[in-house]
């Protein structure tokens, strides 16, 4: 049973080289939001996630002021093509991720909760 448990988790574990791609994604994503985006909004890229075969790629990000979330999103999903473009031009990637913006959720919710803890 155990060993069964310990195969489940390897496989939801991210590989050294996994790792090291997505940082260097998540890099590259906040060079190019810094390049790219309006000075209304502060982007900051928070994570990747690569696929274990590296055919997708999902950059997770926060925005400031957070009334600007949606069309920071926006903004991110209409240049997907040319971000993949930028990691075409900056990396030696062999083959290029499917790449995805989404929202960090998990970072907003994580500094309510600071919010909260410190009342």
Same mark, same amino acid.
Do not use: W
């Given at each position: 049973?155990?060993?069964?448990?310990?195969?489940?988790?390897?496989?939801? =574990?991210?590989?050294?080289?996994?790792?090291?791609?997505?940082?260097?994604?998540?890099?590259? =994503?906040?060079?190019?939001?810094?390049?790219?985006?309006?000075?209304?909004?502060?982007?900051?890229? @928070?994570?990747?996630?690569?696929?274990?075969?590296?055919?997708?790629?999902?950059?997770?990000?926060?925005?400031?002021?957070?009334?600007?979330?949606?069309?920071?999103?926006?903004?991110?999903? #209409?240049? #997907? @093509?040319?971000?993949?473009?930028?990691?075409?031009?900056?990396?030696?990637?062999?083959?290029?991720?499917?790449?995805?913006?989404?929202?960090? #959720?998990?970072?907003?919710?994580?500094?309510?909760?600071?919010?909260?803890?410190?009342?």
């Amino acid at each position: 049973m155990l060993e069964h448990l310990e195969l489940e988790c390897r496989d939801f =574990a991210m590989s050294r080289r996994q790792i090291k791609v997505a940082e260097s994604l998540a890099h590259m =994503a906040a060079d190019f939001f810094a390049r790219e985006s309006n000075a209304q909004s502060l982007i900051t890229v @928070t994570r990747a996630e690569v696929s274990p075969d590296f055919k997708n790629m999902k950059v997770y990000f926060s925005v400031l002021p957070e009334n600007l979330e949606e069309s920071a999103l926006a903004f991110a999903k #209409r240049n #997907r @093509t040319e971000f993949r473009e930028y990691v075409k031009n900056h990396s030696v990637l062999r083959y290029l991720p499917t790449i995805d913006f989404e929202l960090d #959720r998990g970072e907003k919710n994580r500094q309510r909760i600071d919010d909260l803890t410190r009342r």
